[in-house]
């Protein structure tokens, strides 16, 4: 095969100009005829691609690391004698450069699974543009969450994370179909799971021990105060009434009470038979030891699972 003497990628008329001195040519270009870069020839795997060498640099600035030329001749990199090697599965370069192609206006015809794939070699190129691109697509596609959670966990897409969260959570992990399980990945399945049984734990435990009034001795001016403070008439109804009004609602399987949402609830109640100074000291007590469990339960998942995000352009 005869081999080009020019190399189709080096395109600039000095470029071009200081080779033809080299090989003695006496040729001369036309500075104006070569603003453009020709397009130049790419391996990936056994399929040979077409592309402007100039658009794609500036598309996949990472692309030169990719690149190997271990012993290019110069004057035939880029040619079908030497086609430029690029070191990623060919279906990957072909998805970039169709997105490349791809006119401002027009419609791409892109699965969920191409949309992926070119996420993924657009990071390897370092293609900001791409990456965009397809994170703005998938936004569009409403993903399930589960998958969501998984595609952001796999590339480091940080605003994916909490929304994601929010939406599994309220569901009990129990729930999860394996399809869902396998997307969101196996750590995300077993922290929201943990999660929610910490979550379930603090119920059980807030709903059959009522929280104890000063420490158990009841307020100074209740009649019972003292170490038997906890055997009183007074002390009986508070845990009496604890129990069926607070504690069945902190445990209820349907809708439970959320902690949040439980102080609240918990100040509107009489709490009849209980001396009302004992009364305030055990309300008071509330706000402490409640403050907003769920909430806390659930930024400290998403917080764990920021953790674990891969770093990437958009993983803070
Ligand atoms: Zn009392």
Redesign the pocket.
């Known amino acids: 095969m005869k081999s080009h003497l020019l190399p189709a990628h080096y395109g600039s008329a000095n470029a071009v100009n200081a080779l033809f001195k080299d090989k003695n040519t006496g040729w001369e270009t036309i500075p104006r005829f070569f603003k453009n870069p020709e397009e130049v020839l790419l391996q990936a795997e056994n399929k040979i691609f077409r592309v402007n060498m100039e658009r794609f640099l500036q598309l996949a600035v990472g692309i030169k690391g990719l690149i190997e030329l271990p012993h290019a001749a110069f004057d035939i990199l880029g040619t079908e004698v030497e086609p430029i090697y690029v070191g990623v599965c060919s279906q990957e370069l072909e998805i970039f450069l169709d997105w490349m192609h791809l006119g401002p206006w027009e419609q791409h015809t892109f699965t969920e699974g191409q949309l992926v794939d070119l996420f993924y070699v657009g990071s390897l190129f370092i293609s900001k543009q791409a990456t965009d691109w397809v994170l703005h697509e998938l936004e569009q596609l409403n993903l399930d969450p589960a998958r969501k959670l998984g595609l952001a966990l796999k590339f480091g897409i940080c605003r994916w994370v909490e929304p994601s969260i929010k939406e599994l959570f309220v569901r009990p992990a129990y729930c999860y179909t394996v399809e869902e399980r396998v997307n969101m990945g196996y750590q995300a399945a077993s922290i929201l799971a943990n999660a929610q049984l910490r979550v379930q734990t603090e119920r059980i435990r807030r709903a059959t021990i009522p929280p104890p009034?000063n420490n158990g001795f009841?307020?100074r001016e209740?009649r019972?105060?003292g170490a038997d403070?906890d055997q009183?008439r007074?002390?009986e109804y508070w845990d009496t009434l604890w129990f069926i009004e607070v504690g069945r609602k902190l445990i209820n399987p349907v809708r439970p009470l959320l902690f949040a949402e439980a102080v609240g609830f918990v100040q509107g109640l009489p709490f009849e038979g209980?001396?009302s100074q004992?009364r305030d000291i055990g309300l008071d007590s509330l706000n402490v030891a409640f403050g907003d469990i769920d909430a806390d339960i659930l930024h400290h998942v998403i917080g764990k699972m920021i953790d674990l995000l891969p770093m990437s352009a958009y993983s803070t």
Do not use: E, L, P
């Open positions: 009034i009841g307020a209740c019972y105060y403070h009183s007074c002390a209980v001396t004992c």
